[in-house]
């Protein structure tokens, strides 16, 4: 589900370095930056193959339901498997559905709302019309139904995640194209005779990849929810795929003798969705034309 | 007005008809028919079951007999909750998943908008930072988790609250305030945008220059005015409480719509599951049409245009 503010978004803001160096201006977004990088680098060393923890995810124990101690930080599950170790490993299905999610939504996105929006006119009310129906049903809802068709596997839940994520980026996207191919400058590229392909990836695009940036960052966390919260009422991913939402689904179940056990991933979920949006925000205050005005006029 | 609602009404037909033909299209073509699971069944039993709901034959023969039946407001029936018709299950559902939704969208709304209208007066200040902060905490817990740590204090630690079912007055607090938290984060950073909009119109500077109070400004000139986007998000709220109740009335065993839909869904009970997502559809378009309406009624500039 989509949670962001359907503001306009500013044209034409540049993608710069000084967007990195007004996000270090905001605290939360620059520590954002910071954890979102070390959960990334985790999950892809876990990709690797590193073995990151003392226990592998799925080495048992004689050690059931143990708290957290010393030698398991995060307590133990009904086998006995460490559960630090197990969210570790679970990190890389979470995040890489997250990433491949935002990753979907760009491409098709982009691509639907950059022809919608270049070519305007009945196509383009066409275009839309479809997506405006299939946007204003619940996410969750459409990816339930999906489901039911392509099984609870990774791939089916990715295709779910896809074919719902990308309406809100082609939207963004075509709105972005309206307002920008009246400028000056795509006149001009046009003057000059440049085909229509050079003119929506090199003189379109670039120009409105700032707000698209933001909408994605938006999709990861949004995705990473919308993967934890299918698993856990039992209509996404299940045991033995590992996730942070299969993680805590596993740990509903003994929430009153064992808390921990849903605890500590649902805890990875919060931080790394709440990080995922403070960067979003901070993104988009950076990208912002008129808060850029107001912080000069100081 | 009544040209709009009768224009909606008959755009709604073929939205619905689609919406069944392809959550039709979409269950029957998945391997594996509702009384799969019961796996004492000898064949022969299948067989007549399946030829008793008319499973048996193909599959555009029983989407016709689908849309017929559809046309003359019958929704089929369950082939789990033994002989209880869809409609049976969704009169005892609806009410109950509609008491839980406006509850919580009261509260939200309640909780929401304020935050928002304060976030903006402070714009930059203590007050804005700790608004938008807890904003952000409420739309990036799932709502399972927020579920989940009510339900530890407040009914296993504290034992002051009951869980599960829908029976007293006291069963209503935990599920409600559950899903009461991502749209109420959802309204507060709208109406915080909204409200810093609102503030640098020049009637706003006219109203605070001819010496009206800050606090008055705000309640009668600024919160108003800002209040119409509110009103007009109704839709996406909809959504947002529906996505929800999928998950409280799960965790809280709540015999709502979301629950009976999760449960479908499952067990591939057909006709439950076109049942409660044609509903959803239709509360859907009713959100969509009430905020049409709205426009026309809060911005005099829209009745214009038309």
Known sequence: MEIVEKAPMPVAAPLDQSVMARIKRIPTAYLALWIIGAICVVALLSFMGCSLCQYSFDQTSSDFLA???AEHWMGTDELGRDLFS?????ARLSIAIGLTTAAVAFIIGTL?????????GKVDTLMMRGVDIAYSLPDLLVMILIGVLLGRGTVGILIALGLVSWMGTARLVRAQFLQLKNEEFIEAARAQGQSGWNIVFKH?????????IVALTFTVPSAILSESTLSFIGLGLSPPACS???LASDGWRSLRAHPHLIFFPSLFIFITVLSFNFLGDGLRDALDPRTRLGKNSH | MLALIIKRILLAIPVLLVVASLTFVLVRIVPGGPFDADKNLPPEIIANLNAKYHLDRPVPEQYLLYLGRLAQGD????????NRTVNDILADAFPVSLQLGTISLTLAVLVGVPLGAIAAVCRGRKEDVIAMFLSTLGISVPGFVIGATLIFVFAIKLRVLPVGLWESPWHVVLPAVTLAFSPAAYLARLTRASVLEIVEKDWVRTARSKGLSQWNTVLKH??????IPVVTVLGPLTAIVITGSFVVEYIYAIPGMGRFFITAVMNRDYDLILGTTLVFAVLLIIANTFVDLAYQFLDPRMRIED
């Open chain 1, 67 to 69: 708290g957290p101690s």
């Open chain 1, 86 to 90: 197990r969210i570790v490993y679970g």
């Open chain 1, 112 to 120: 639907y709302g950059a022809l919608s929006g270049y070519l305007g």
């Open chain 1, 204 to 212: 379109l695009l670039p120009n409105a990849l700032g707000p698209i």
């Open chain 1, 244 to 246: 942070w939402g299969t």
């Open chain 2, 75 to 82: 929704l089929g029936v369950s082939y789990k909750y033994v």
């Open chain 2, 222 to 227: 600024i919160l108003r005015n800002s209040l």
